[in-house]
């Protein structure tokens, strides 16, 4: 069983950056793929970023590749989604999650985060 909290959500201007965080509780942490997608209002679950198990590995939507980064500790049980060059498209709830692998498809995943909202300003 993982639980899974974020933060680090807030609001930026257009240009800015945030870092999310993702902590995860649970000892089988380790063993789990991870992941980050965002909803917007009115628009499905998309999918930003994968982080393999021994954070080897990742994947990221080809939209986002250069600006986002993810990244996972496993001293503190956290995984992390750099976030540089904000756009107001950017503007969603951001989910963290933990599967079995690592994927872009949401239905890999087992455990899910509240979400942190991400808001920028043009």
């Known amino acids: 069983q993982v639980q899974l909290v974020e933060s680090g959500g807030g609001l930026v201007q257009a240009g800015g950056s945030l870092r999310l965080s993702c902590a995860a509780s649970g000892r089988s942490f380790n063993s789990y793929g991870m992941g980050w997608f965002r909803q917007a209002p009115g628009k499905e679950r998309e999918f930003v970023a994968a982080i393999s198990w021994s954070g080897r590995n990742t994947a990221y939507t080809n939209s986002l590749k250069g600006r986002f980064t993810i990244s996972r500790v496993y001293a503190g049980n956290t995984m992390y989604l750099q976030m540089n060059s904000l756009k107001p498209e950017d503007t969603a709830l951001y989910y963290c999650?933990?599967?079995?692998?690592?994927?872009?498809?949401?239905?890999?995943?087992?455990?899910w985060g509240q979400g942190t909202q991400v808001t920028v300003s043009s």
């Open positions: 999650a933990a599967g079995a692998g690592y994927s872009s498809d949401y239905e890999a995943y087992d455990y």
